[in-house]
């Protein structure tokens, strides 16, 4: 292998490794923000929406956050849009 293929090789390698690194590191990251989510998502207490549902003495409540309604559904993100 020549100087030039070598130098070459060398920054592939390098780039891959970056790159096994960086997907560990989203991976590490991704795998905490899900479990972080799924525990604000399961806390009974830490809610800012209540939707209703029913008439009369059969409703049904449901306690959501506004930002995962807005983040998963367009009418919510119009609905609690600031216009």
Known sequence: MNRISLIHFSKN???LFID???FKMTSIFHSGLSKDLSLILNDADDFNVIIQVGKN???????AHS???RACSSYFKDAFSSN
């Open 13 to 15: 390698l390098f780039n």
């Open 20 to 22: 096994a690194i960086s």
């Open 57 to 63: 003495k059969n409703i049904k409540e449901f306690r």
């Open 67 to 69: 930002v995962i309604l």
